[in-house]
């Protein structure tokens, strides 16, 4: 199967590139690792105003969420209201009385980055104006207020071809002359991961996430053990500027336990996936940061090969997922989707090494070494949550 799909991503990529100008060398490197950062929707929804994006700006530096790699800042649908009689796109005059410009200028002084939304019909989800047939007028808008990432939604787009809008928009961000990341997200609907890259940095392989850990919403909404299983066969389609992306976190939401969350996080790094937050950071717990800052599963998902990781073994409830890294070492979950402690095993022929090889094992949520394990590793993992590993060949 693999290689068939390989040939598809590459033929798909040489169309894309037969319709789009070269990237300039700036846009192309974007993205080189999976972009991290907050956006508003997942806690705030429409409830969004320059207040609560600068408390965030704020909380991402307080929190120690920056220096450990959260960078882009993003708001989500509901900060636009209309547009003026020269077609121009209109903020929210009372939640963003300072304008779009200032508040960039804002994010921008404290080192991070200001993403913004909007979506590729006539109006977002929530009915703000869309930008079809202002595209370029848009793009403009975004560079003039120093914006760095464009999340571009699908809502209101009937009858419009998904490729070439998204191209549309794609184009109009490269003739802005600034760099900014595009993210696609029309939820998996037309398997993006066949087309979009060269056209977006990164787009969403699903439905919405929703805040707990396995359930279904009939409007499309999806638990994070859903998620994580709809993203087994898309490890072949992500890489360097280009990333499958399950969705926004939902750890520190309330509807997650502390496994739960511990698994949620260790799987999107072990997909390579986009780390956007998506809870309150003004009033995150020390759980929670302690999560989210967890630098040696962040040094997974923001390894420079930039593999996404695959399962590689699965006993119904227990299952073994494997991402290589650069340095030679592989990262792996032994994952317990059971109710009940159970023990986890992982072969070294799984991973790729073979049976006599000697090698490290670190524990990445105790941050420390097991010791040096020849053949196979096994430990106990508690119900819904992981053992995330560094299996480091020793030579
Ligand atoms: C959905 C999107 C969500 C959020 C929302 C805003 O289509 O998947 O992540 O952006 O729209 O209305």
């Known amino acids: 199967m693999r290689a068939p799909l390989r040939l598809a991503v590459a033929a798909s990529a040489f169309l894309v590139a037969g319709v789009l100008p070269a990237l300039p060398a700036r846009a192309a490197d974007l993205a080189l690792t999976p972009p991290m950062g907050w956006n508003s929707w997942n806690k705030f929804g429409c409830d969004v105003s320059e207040k609560l994006i600068r408390e965030a700006a704020d909380a991402i530096v307080a929190s120690g969420m920056k220096d450990a790699g959260y960078q882009y800042v993003v708001i989500d649908d509901c900060w636009q209201v209309k547009r003026d009689a020269q077609g121009k796109i209109v903020p929210d005059p009372e939640r963003f009385a300072s ?32 930008s079809k047939d202002h595209e370029e007028q848009d793009a403009k808008t975004y560079a003039e207020w120093g914006v760095d990432y464009l999340k571009y939604d699908w809502c209101n787009a009937e009858g419009q071809d998904t490729r070439e809008s998204y191209a549309k928009m794609s184009r109009a961000l490269r003739a802005s002359g600034r760099p900014i990341v595009f993210s696609i997200c029309e939820w998996g609907s037309t398997k993006p991961w066949a087309w979009a890259q060269g056209v977006g940095h990164l787009w969403r392989t699903t439905g919405d996430i929703v805040d707990c850990w396995d359930c279904n919403k ?75 800052t967890n630098r040696e599963v962040i040094a997974v998902d923001q390894d420079p ?36 402690a159970a023990d986890g095993n992982v072969a070294w022929e799984d991973i790729g090494l073979a049976p006599g090889q000697k090698a490290t094992v670190r524990d990445l949520w105790k941050k420390a070494d097991g ?9 106990k993992v508690g119900p819904h949550d992981v053992l995330m590993l560094r299996v480091t060949p020793e030579f």
């Open 99 to 130: 304008g779009m410009k200032a508040l960039a200028d804002y994010i921008h002084g404290k080192g991070l980055k200001f993403g913004i939304y909007s979506d590729a019909g006539t109006g977002t989800c929530e009915k703000r104006p869309g």
């Open 218 to 292: 009939d409007w499309g909404g999806l638990g994070v053990l859903h998620i994580i299983d709809l993203q087994a066969d898309l490890h072949p389609f992500g890489g360097p500027g280009h990333w499958n992306d399950p969705d926004m976190l939902e750890i520190g939401n309330g509807g997650l336990n502390p496994a739960e969350s511990r698994s949620h996080f260790s799987f999107w790094a072990l997909f390579a996936a986009p780390l956007i937050a998506g809870n309150d950071l003004q009033k995150m717990s020390k759980e929670t940061a302690d999560v989210l």
């Open 305 to 340: 090969l930039g593999m996404q990781g695959r399962k590689v073994r699965d006993h119904g409830s227990q299952q073994v997922w494997m991402k290589p890294l650069a340095d030679g070492s592989r990262a792996v979950i032994l994952f317990n989707r059971g109710t009940l």
């Open 371 to 379: 010791g040096s394990f020849t053949g196979s590793f096994k430990g």
